[in-house]
Nanobody
Framework: RCSCRRSGGGLVQAGGSLRLSCAASGRTFSSLVIGWFRQAPGKEREFVAAANKSGVRRYYADSVQGRFTISRDNARNTVYLQMNSLKPEDTAVYYC????????????????????WGEGTLVTVSS
């Protein structure tokens, strides 16, 4: 069992930055592939970023490429999402998720393929 506890989020002006974090417990963190997803009001949950088990391989949605950075600290069992140059369209509830199956880092993760989910955290970007 893996529980993911998230922190970060809140209200920020367009162009600003936020860092989300997600701490996992209950399972060897380094054995999990980690992803961030988001869900805006009235929309389906979408992929944002992913990192393989070592954190060396990462993949981003086109909409956040160059602005967001996913990283992980396996010693602290924590994954981060640094979000810079935020835009109003980034407003959403953000979720961290993890899965056991290995990941090449060459394509988006599917929300349906994730084994564990953290609590969502709301990010609101004002214009």
């Amino acid at each position: 069992r893996c529980s993911c506890r998230r922190s970060g989020g809140g209200l920020v002006q367009a162009g600003g930055s936020l860092r989300l974090s997600c701490a996992a417990s209950g399972r060897t963190f380094s054995s999990l592939v980690i992803g961030w997803f988001r869900q805006a009001p009235g929309k389906e949950r979408e992929f944002v970023a992913a990192a393989n088990k070592s954190g060396v391989r990462r993949y981003y949605a086109d909409s956040v490429q160059g602005r967001f950075t996913i990283s992980r600290d396996n010693a602290r069992n924590t994954v981060y999402l640094q979000m810079n140059s935020l835009k109003p369209e980034d407003t959403a509830v953000y979720y961290c998720a993890a899965r056991i199956l290995a990941y090449s880092g060459s394509h988006p993760l599917s929300a349906h393929g994730m084994d564990y989910w953290g609590e969502g955290t709301l990010v609101t970007v004002s214009s």
